[in-house]
């Protein structure tokens, strides 16, 4: 279930690639509901098999959301819709997720 629907305000794509811009992302929940996240990283992923690359970015809300807790940190995949704008989804990829962890935990 895609947790974060839409960026309120701003390009994902853009806040999230711009290495000097640490400014917070006020995204929807489910519930359209709005929430804080501040940002902790970005990170590229190639995948091999398939030769593609994508992005992904870990987030931690800063907003108490029935669908996030503050206490813990959100890897979510960068995916550019039809339309050309960007949305986050959940990482469902174990393998992807692995990898996720290892990369944040080194930075911790």
């Given at each position: 279930?895609?947790?974060i629907?839409?960026?309120?305000?701003?390009?994902?794509?853009?806040?999230?690639?711009?290495?000097?811009?640490?400014?917070?992302?006020?995204?929807?929940?489910?519930?359209?509901?709005?929430?804080?996240?501040?940002?902790?990283?970005t990170?590229?992923?190639?995948?091999?098999?398939?030769?593609?690359?994508?992005?992904?970015?870990?987030?931690?809300?800063?907003?108490?959301?029935?669908?996030?807790?503050?206490?813990?940190?959100?890897?979510?995949?960068?995916?550019k819709?039809?339309?050309?704008?960007?949305?986050?989804?959940?990482?469902?990829?174990?393998?992807?997720?692995?990898?996720?962890?290892?990369?944040?935990?080194?930075?911790?």
């Amino acid at each position: 279930m895609d947790k974060i629907n839409k960026v309120s305000g701003n390009d994902i794509f853009n806040i999230l690639l711009d290495e000097n811009n640490d400014s917070d992302l006020v995204l929807l929940d489910n519930d359209g509901k709005e929430v804080v996240f501040e940002q902790i990283m970005t990170i590229p992923y190639h995948d091999e098999y398939l030769d593609k690359e994508d992005i992904y970015c870990i987030l931690h809300p800063k907003t108490k959301s029935k669908w996030f807790d503050t206490n813990q940190v959100y890897p979510f995949k960068v995916h550019k819709d039809e339309d050309g704008s960007y949305s986050l989804q959940d990482v469902e990829d174990k393998q992807v997720l692995k990898y996720l962890d290892k990369i944040y935990q080194e930075m911790e």
